[in-house]
């Protein structure tokens, strides 16, 4: 990591010597540029909302096209709930991964420019720090809940994003210890942090609905005003806890349960499992172990019993698999439910939507649900999360004015 960091410190500093020769001496610029990033910022709130196309990549992320930079160049990047941040590797990058559109080259937009130390989004930039005159950052993100790191410069730009446009801080990423992300540019951070897209948006609200994987329709992101559900008798709502900004889970969207059921089967309570996260970057979900280990007896009873044992060596990174031969009955495995405290909402995952086929021949169920002692090095030990597959065709609204979230059944390909 040594090397990795001073890589990025030289990067940045031959990058800043160009730029800021630029921006020097011209504080007119400046100023008509910051009233420019008001402006936009007035014309993305949520009086006039947003639909955004989002699919699912090969790995089972979900993606977003969006443009950077004036004229636009066009970018994608993974949709992360948790995120601190917006980013996207940049030209300079010396060490990045592979993706399909090309590296955004700030020097060939009019509206780039890298943020000076010792401003707000600066210092509210995570692990920000200055090379020159300008704010570098160091910043972990979470792929399939293992960690990595990107290091880059902070700048701001025009992002245009659905229909909304907007003047975002945002990481220029110039080295990353990353292995590959389906072809994406970069991470939008939707999370309960300064720097996230919805923060510097100022949205109150923000929704998504996941079409079903395999299908080849659009799933959906509304940001603002057009973030809102059908209602009626099927919509739950549950508080989300309330976080210190010094707590390592700040950023997360957390909900108190009062259980979690496998069928009829209590298999974790307040006490021994009382915390969700929800989570749009692992497509699988995780369960304190406890309730992990109960989750996957009632599964192997109710599937086929001696009938149909558990294969031996599950295929990776699976725990528990079943051949679909004679005695498999995947319509008898049963719900997982999450019951939540204040108000008694209670979200189902039916099997369908946790024992997924695998392998070329589709001959193999696995369940996409795993134990959280699988993890050591996210600072989410003793929650469960749950994971994208589990949140196919629900339509699900984060209110951060009133701190809730709300879901309903949805025909999610079917939304405008």
Not at 98 to 119: H, M, V, W
Not at 300 to 325: I, N, R, S, W, Y
Not at 385 to 394: D, H, I, M, T
Request: proline share 6%.
């Amino acid at each position: 990591m040594g090397r990795l960091v001073t890589t990025v410190l030289v990067l940045c500093l031959i990058y800043v010597t160009t730029r800021m020769a630029v921006f020097r001496g011209h504080d007119l610029r400046r100023g008509l540029e910051q009233a420019m990033r008001s402006r936009l910022l007035a014309d993305a709130t949520p009086a006039g909302g947003s639909a955004v196309p989002i699919h699912w990549s090969r790995h089972l992320y979900n993606v977003a096209n969006f443009t950077i930079g004036t004229p636009p160049q066009p970018a994608s990047a993974i949709i992360d709930v948790a995120g601190e941040l917006v980013w996207t590797q940049c030209s300079r990058c010396s060490r990045c991964f592979k993706q399909d559109l090309p590296l955004f080259i700030p020097n060939a937009s009019s509206t780039f420019r890298p943020e000076p130390c010792g401003t707000d989004a600066c210092k509210s930039t995570p692990t920000s720090n200055c090379s020159g005159d300008v704010c570098t950052y160091e910043s972990t993100t979470n792929i399939r809940l293992d960690r990595h790191t990107t290091l880059g410069i902070v700048g701001t730009e025009t992002f245009a994003i659905g229909t909304a446009t907007a003047s975002l801080a945002f990481g220029c990423v110039v080295a990353s210890d990353i292995d590959t992300m389906d072809g994406t540019s970069g991470f939008i951070g939707l999370g309960r942090t300064p720097r996230s897209l919805v923060a510097q948006m100022k949205l109150t609200k923000f929704s998504y609905c996941l079409s079903p994987r395999g299908t080849g329709k659009s799933s959906r992101l509304f940001l603002g005003s057009s973030a809102k559900l059908a209602g009626g008798e099927s919509t739950s709502t549950a508080p989300f806890i309330k976080t210190s900004p010094d707590d390592d889970s700040h950023h997360y969207y957390l909900l108190s349960l009062d259980a979690i059921r496998a069928g009829n089967t209590t298999i974790a309570t307040a006490q021994s499992g009382g915390i969700l996260v929800m989570h749009t970057v692992s497509p699988f979900s995780l369960l304190v172990d406890s309730a992990y280990r109960a989750f996957k007896k009632a599964v192997t009873e109710a599937v086929g019993g001696a009938a149909a044992p558990p294969m031996a060596t599950p295929p990776q990174p699976f725990d528990l698999c079943f051949k679909k031969a004679a005695g498999f009955s995947r319509a008898t495995a049963p719900d997982l439910v999450f019951t939540f405290q204040g108000g008694g909402a209670a979200l189902t995952v039916p099997p369908a939507k946790y024992l997924i086929d695998v392998g070329e021949e589709k001959d193999t169920a696995c369940a996409a649900i795993l134990s959280m002692a699988r993890l050591n090095r996210t600072g989410l030990e003793g929650v469960s999360v749950l994971g994208s597959l589990q949140q196919e065709n629900v339509h699900f609204l984060y209110d951060l004015k009133k701190e809730t979230l709300s879901f309903e059944p949805a025909d999610c390909s079917s939304l405008p």
